[in-house]
């Protein structure tokens, strides 16, 4: 049997300078992802306990960011019928890179809404995504 997907996801923590005025968080670096060109980057927000799911990119490199909030990121290998869970936020503030071919969908945990950037290696086209509705993976959110 072949490597897992979903342990093909990456996670980065990321430097944050704290400043009296407020901090900077840093995203990216040029070099910092091989083979890799920029798509477009775009922000979701996300309400407390709200969940958006399912989506399926099958070209699509996500980079995902919350910089304000807390996230749950669900992730699943249909190949594989198994899960990964990974938050993040300002306390737990990282880069999460994940490749195509995963289903994913996420769930706002912070009282305030969250915001999530993704800065993605192409364009967001209908094409290239997938989508389904939340009771059809079962997940005990």
Do not use: D
Not at 53 to 66: D, I, S, T
Request: hydrophobic share 40%; glycine share 6%; net charge positive.
């Amino acid at each position: 049997m072949g490597k897992n997907i979903l342990s093909s996801i990456k996670v980065k923590s990321l430097k944050i300078i704290k400043m009296h005025s407020g901090n900077v968080m840093h995203a990216l670096k040029k070099g910092e992802l091989k083979k890799w060109s920029f798509g477009e980057a775009y922000f979701s927000k996300i309400k407390f306990k709200k969940i958006k799911a399912w989506k399926y990119h099958k070209k699509m490199v996500l980079n995902l960011f919350v910089p304000v909030g807390k996230v749950k990121f669900v992730f699943y290998s249909e190949k594989e019928n198994k899960f990964m869970t990974i938050k993040l936020g300002e306390k737990h503030y990282r880069r999460l890179t994940v490749p195509p071919n995963i289903w994913f969908g996420f769930k706002g945990l912070s009282r305030t809404e969250s915001i999530i950037l993704n800065i993605a290696n192409i364009k967001h086209t209908k094409k290239e995504t997938l989508k389904c509705e939340k009771n059809k993976i079962k997940f005990n959110w």
